[in-house]
């Protein structure tokens, strides 16, 4: 299960990230803004998208409303402490799926998170992708220029594709970093602006 959490709580969203990976649940991505969910919500697939309410910069349903707006159809659940019906209301109406109110027990919301999941799509990719006078194939990690096969490293191909599932975004460092390398790698992350210069060579 692929998770993103959006709280701005600092003890709250590292427990919650504990808590969850002793579940079981192998893939959290944690972020403390309202407009960093949204992008990291675009640019990935995720089966359930955890909104705190109150966030700095993009309130949760702020969030949620763009997201569906944008077209996002993933799961999304909502976290707040506020318990009145019009304030679950006021969630479900902008898009949420599930509503889960502070405080919680752990498994309350791992419950939640696998039914949510059940009910999930997942967008089946094309197997091929063809830009300008490339053609990018998925299964055998391989890029072609007509006849021609160009070399790329596991993640320089797995940075170009990244880019052209999201094309025509602007995907900042930070999303890029945690896409390719996670957020848990040692490498810096200026890494990033050599593999996208080696990348560009490759490609002229």
Excluded at 34 to 59: C, H, I, Q, R
Excluded at 86 to 112: C, H, N, S, T, W
Excluded at 156 to 164: G, I, N, P
Aim: charged letters at 30%; one cysteine or more; proline letters at 2%.
């Amino acid at each position: 299960m692929k998770i993103l959490l959006a709280e701005d709580d600092l003890y709250l969203g590292e427990l919650i990230v504990h808590l969850l990976k002793k579940k079981g649940v192998d893939k959290i991505d944690w972020v403390q803004e309202g407009e960093d969910a949204y992008e990291y919500a675009l640019a990935s697939f995720y089966d359930v998208v955890v909104l705190d309410w109150m966030l700095p910069n993009g309130d949760g349903v702020e969030i949620c409303k763009r997201l569906r707006k944008k077209g996002y159809s993933g799961a999304i659940l909502m976290l707040t402490a506020k318990d009145a019906v019009q304030d679950r209301v006021e969630g479900l109406e902008a898009g949420a799926d599930d509503y889960l109110v502070k405080p919680f027990e752990i498994d309350e919301l791992m419950a939640r998170l696998k039914a949510l999941s059940r009910r999930t799509f997942v967008p089946i990719q094309e197997e091929t992708v063809h830009f300008k006078d490339f053609v990018l194939n998925r299964t055998s990690h391989t890029l072609h220029r007509g006849d021609e096969e160009i070399f790329l490293t596991p993640r320089e191909f797995q940075l170009l594709d990244l880019l052209l599932q999201n094309k025509g975004r602007v995907l900042s460092r930070e999303i890029l970093f945690d896409r390719i390398w996670g957020y848990d790698s040692d490498v810096s992350i200026k890494t990033i602006d050599a593999t996208v210069k080696l990348l560009r060579k490759r490609l002229c």
